[in-house]
C-alpha cells in the first residue's frame, strides 16, 4: 500500500507539474497575440491584420492553423527586408469573423476590401499551403490588382484518389487537434515528431534538418498556439471548394515553389497549377516536404524577391 500510495502521490504531482506548465504557456500564447493585430470592421465583418516593412506592398496568405502571426512569420522568412507587407487572418482565424457562405472565393472580396481601407491598390502575394486558394481566387477576380502571385506548397485543386484521400485523412486529424487548446498544446509538444510527420513531413526530412531550420519549424508549430481561436478557419479550409481549373484564367505572373515529397499539400497541386496557368514557373524540389520553407528558406526567399520586384511595375 506505501508504494501504492507513493506511486499515486507521485503521479499527481507529475500531473500537477504538466498542468501549470500548460497553463503558464498556454497565457503565454494568448498575450503574444494580444494587441499586435489591427482589426478593420465593416458591419459585422472583422478583417484582422498586421503590417510591417516599407516598400513594395505585399499581402501574405496564411496556411492552415495560422493568422496573421504566422503570416508574419511567413513574411520574416521569404519576404524579407525592402517590402511593406500585410498578414491578414482569413476568415475564422483568431480575430477574424467567418461570415455566413464563407468560402475561398468570398475570402478574396475580403482582400480587397481590407487593401480598399489601407489605400493600396496593386500589391504582390505570397501564399502559404491552404492560403493558396484564397490567392489564386485573388488573381482570377481582381487581375489588375495583383502584380505577381507566389505560392509556397499550396493546395490548388481536389481530387478523389487514393493518395489524396490519405491526405484529407491527416488534414481532419489535425483538425480535431485544433478544436481545443489542450489537445493542440499536448499533442504538439509531448508528439511533437508525429505530430510533424502529421503536417506533412517524413522521417527523413525531420532528420536532416539543420538546427537553424528545425527552428523555425519549432516556431511554426508553437506559434498555432493558442488552437480554439483557429478552428472555425481550419474547418473552412478543410470544407471549402478549391479552384480548381478556374484558374486557367488567371494572368498574373505565378511562381510555383513545391517539393515532390509533400503528404500534406501533394506536389500534383504544383503540376496542376503550372500547367493550368498561362506562364507559369515551377520549382520543384526532390526533398523538403511540408517544411519546404523552411528547408529551402534561402533560395526561396532570394527567388521570391527576385520574382516581385522584376514584375512590381507591371
Known sequence: MNALRWITVAMLAGAAVIAGVYLWQIRLAYDRISGQSKVFAAGDER?????????????????????????????????????????????????????????????????????????????????????????????????????????????????????????????????????????????????????????????EVIAGLAPGQRQVVDQVIDFMNPAEPRYAGVELDNRAAMPDGRIAAIRTPTLIFHATDDTLQLYRNAEFAAATIPGARLRRFERGGHLLIAVEQPRIRAEVQAFIRAHASQ
Request: glycine share 14%; with cysteine.
Open 47 to 203: 478583417i484582422e491584420y498586421a503590417q510591417g516593412g516599407t516598400g513594395l506592398p505585399v499581402l501574405v496568405v496564411h496556411g492552415s492553423g495560422g493568422g496573421f502571426d504566422q503570416g508574419a512569420l511567413i513574411a520574416g522568412a521569404v519576404v524579407g527586408d525592402g517590402f511593406h507587407w500585410i498578414a491578414p487572418s482569413r476568415f475564422g482565424y483568431l480575430g477574424s469573423t467567418r461570415p455566413a457562405g464563407a468560402s475561398f472565393e468570398t475570402q478574396a472580396d475580403a482582400y480587397a476590401r481590407l487593401l480598399d481601407h489601407l489605400g493600396i491598390r496593386r500589391t504582390a502575394v505570397v501564399a502559404l499551403s491552404q492560403g493558396g486558394p484564397s490567392a489564386l481566387f485573388f488573381a482570377l477576380k481582381y487581375p489588375g490588382r495583383v502584380q505577381s502571385l507566389v505560392l509556397l506548397s499550396c493546395g490548388v485543386a481536389s481530387s478523389t484518389d487514393a493518395q489524396q484521400a490519405e491526405a484529407n485523412r491527416a488534414g481532419d486529424r489535425l483538425k480535431m487537434i485544433f478544436k481545443h487548446d489542450v489537445a493542440y498544446w499536448g499533442v504538439s509538444t509531448a508528439l511533437r515528431k508525429p505530430f510533424i510527420n502529421l503536417m506533412g513531413a517524413s522521417d
